[in-house]
């Protein structure tokens, strides 16, 4: 509870969080609005500059941009070396994965459905709810270590290499229709 709150009645304690929330929410939503468009015109051109294709500039440099805080946060609290520190650093990271991935592309898939507009991206897609499954076994243990921690960092060029392989078919599908 933020210190200028505690002296509030629990029913205003409420409402000032509540309105906090709201507060910041509407910040947050308004930075989002106001920095994402020149950010995906940022990576597009660093793309184009390098002859990177833009979905490898966006899988890299993206989540280091959008994420950064939080990775910050959560080795802030591994550096404490408890265990309660390490699975709230972990808790934090898995929940941003899930809500960056499964939210994401629940919301483009629900965009492409309503608005009947053409997919071509099946290999990223596959590549990513793949990489999701995997993590999700990760997620469902109970202890992790120092190789967990390395297969879940290999997962990264796994998923690049997975999106090379199947990128190829993916063109040669959309070719066929």
Request: proline share 4%; charged share 15%.
């Amino acid at each position: 509870m933020p210190e200028e709150f505690k002296l509030l009645s629990p029913e205003e304690q409420q409402r000032a969080v509540l309105n906090r929330s709201m507060y910041m929410l509407l910040v947050g939503t308004t930075l989002v609005l106001v920095f994402s468009d020149p950010l995906v015109d940022c990576l597009d051109e660093i793309g184009d500059r390098t002859g990177i294709p833009d979905f490898y500039v966006a899988f890299v440099l993206a989540p280091i941009v959008t994420n950064g805080s939080e990775v910050m946060a959560s080795y802030t609290f591994a550096l404490k070396k408890t265990s309660a520190s390490i699975v709230c650093s972990f808790e934090q990271l898995l929940g941003a994965a899930v809500m960056n991935n499964t939210y994401c592309v629940a919301i483009f898939m629900a965009l492409i459905f309503a608005q009947d507009l053409y997919w071509a991206f099946t290999a990223e897609t596959i590549a990513i709810v793949l990489i999701e499954i995997v993590m999700l076994a990760f997620a469902y243990k109970q202890t992790h270590t120092v190789l967990d921690g390395a297969m879940v960092l290999c997962l990264y060029p796994i998923t690049m290499t997975i999106v090379a392989l199947l990128t190829p078919l993916d063109r040669t599908l959309a070719d066929d229709l």
